[in-house]
């Protein structure tokens, strides 16, 4: 299932931030890019997360918002964020109804898969890679902000 060309589903999810985040709150004012990883604490995701959050100043000059994306609660956010310093905001969907609307959940591991989605300011998803196994990172932050010139 892609949704390239499509208007991304809109999802409500509580952060680390402390405040609940909005897709379509964006709409007209930024791009995003939504970073969907299984775990928290696990060894890729703790290199992909920092990387993506070292990144924000490139990404806040192209007018982007970074959002992560799991199953992990608010609490295992703020503990991982703290100790990894990762800045982005980090979204819990502990039902994976956002995975599945997004097509990236593993329900039977209870985790989403690893993926990257780029919406456009104007809602619309302009990129999309989902890793073929949860253990595979091969979409970077460079490889991102290079879509994001495209739009």
């Given at each position: 299932m892609s949704l390239l060309g499509q208007a991304a589903p809109?999802?409500?999810?509580?952060?680390?931030?402390?405040?609940?985040?909005?897709?379509?709150?964006?709409?007209?004012?930024?791009?995003?890019?939504l970073v969907f990883y299984p775990l928290d604490f696990s060894p890729v995701c703790s290199m992909q997360l920092p990387e993506y959050s070292g990144r924000q100043d490139d990404f806040a000059d192209a007018d982007t918002v970074v959002l992560g994306v799991n199953r992990d609660s608010v609490h295992a956010h703020k503990a991982w964020a703290a100790e990894y310093g990762?800045?982005?905001?980090?979204?819990?969907?502990?039902?994976?109804?956002?995975?599945?609307?997004?097509g990236v959940a593993i329900d039977e591991r209870g985790i989403s898969g690893r993926a990257v989605f780029l919406i456009d300011k104007g809602g619309v998803v302009r990129f999309e890679h989902v890793?073929?196994?949860?253990?595979?990172?091969?979409?970077?932050?460079?490889?991102?902000?290079?879509?994001?010139?495209?739009?």
């Open positions: 809109d999802f409500t999810l509580p952060s680390n931030t402390g405040q609940d985040v909005t897709l379509s709150s964006f709409k007209g004012k930024k791009n995003v890019v990762i800045e982005v905001p980090l979204l819990a969907d502990m039902k994976l109804d956002t995975a599945r609307q997004y890793e073929a196994k949860p253990g595979d990172y091969t979409v970077r932050p460079a490889d991102v902000l290079a879509k994001i010139a495209e739009l």
